[in-house]
């Protein structure tokens, strides 16, 4: 991985490591639907106007349907399942379970044609990192009394999120990062239009809490706009399969948020996971050298 591919790396592990924080403070406030909606239609105003001045657009416009699948199997389905489901479980049992996503990412990619993600390191990398965040979340996450419903639902987000990268890399690469980002985000939000638009129209009888509207708005700039043209670029440079690995350091980031701003404890299994989510990650991601 160059130094530009780590930097993105590092980006979008912040980007995507605070909105399960963002997301219990939004639902603070707000309902699923109004969330998502918010989240896209800040991302759109931020991306569309952007790749407009760089005549960037076009390029998006012209892959349409593409851009249309890829919002619809990364944004619109896996949002409203994930902010959903942290109505009924724990956001560590969320987040492990998001970190399934390499694991249908990695086949995924073989079977479109990266031969190379199957090197022995690359798979070492992803057991390393997995057991690591099982050393983060802690086993005791698991053997509380969860509905398989809800995980069943956060494997379907993270299959969602293991598929739209695929898109991007190999039916979008030509077209703008920027663009493709804000006209999918476009999309979502006329998906979301009704049915968020409803969830605001209550707000006005139950006003939620300032942290809840500075939730948003974190998710919209941050966890979206910035992240997603962020991610785009790290797909084109490392591919999509290496690209899904980012759900490791992003967990890392979350317990350090969950740390510092939420005060939760330092435990064990963040001081042994950490280490084995980073050292798995950088195998994971790793390219061979050719001769």
Known sequence: MNRKALWLYLVVSVAWGVPYALIRLALTGFDPASIVLARVAIGALVLIPLAAKRGALASALKHWPYVLAFAVIEMAGPWILL????????????????????????????????????QPKAIAGLALGFCGVLALVGIDALSNSVSPVWIGVMLLAALGYAIAPVIVDHKLGEASSTAVAGVSMAM????????????????????????????????????????????????????????????????????????????????????IGVPMVIAGSWLATR?????
């Open 83 to 118: 902010t959903t489901a942290e109505q009924h479980i724990s956001s560590s049992l969320a987040s492990l379970l998001i970190s399934t996503v390499p694991f249908f990412g990695v086949p995924l990619a073989y079977l479109t044609g990266d031969k190379s993600v199957l």
């Open 188 to 271: 979502v939000a006329v998906i979301y239009a009704i049915p968020g638009g409803i969830g605001f129209a209550g707000v006005g009888a139950h006003p939620a809490p300032i942290s809840a509207w500075l939730a948003l708005v974190g998710l919209g700039l941050i966890s979206t706009a910035l992240s997603f043209t962020s991610f785009f670029e790290l797909i084109a440079l490392v591919g999509s399969a290496r690209a899904t690995t980012i759900v490791y350091p992003n967990l890392a980031v979350a317990f350090l948020v969950g740390i510092v701003f939420l005060k939760e404890p330092i435990t064990t299994g963040f001081l």
């Open 287 to 291: 390219r061979k050298a050719v001769s």
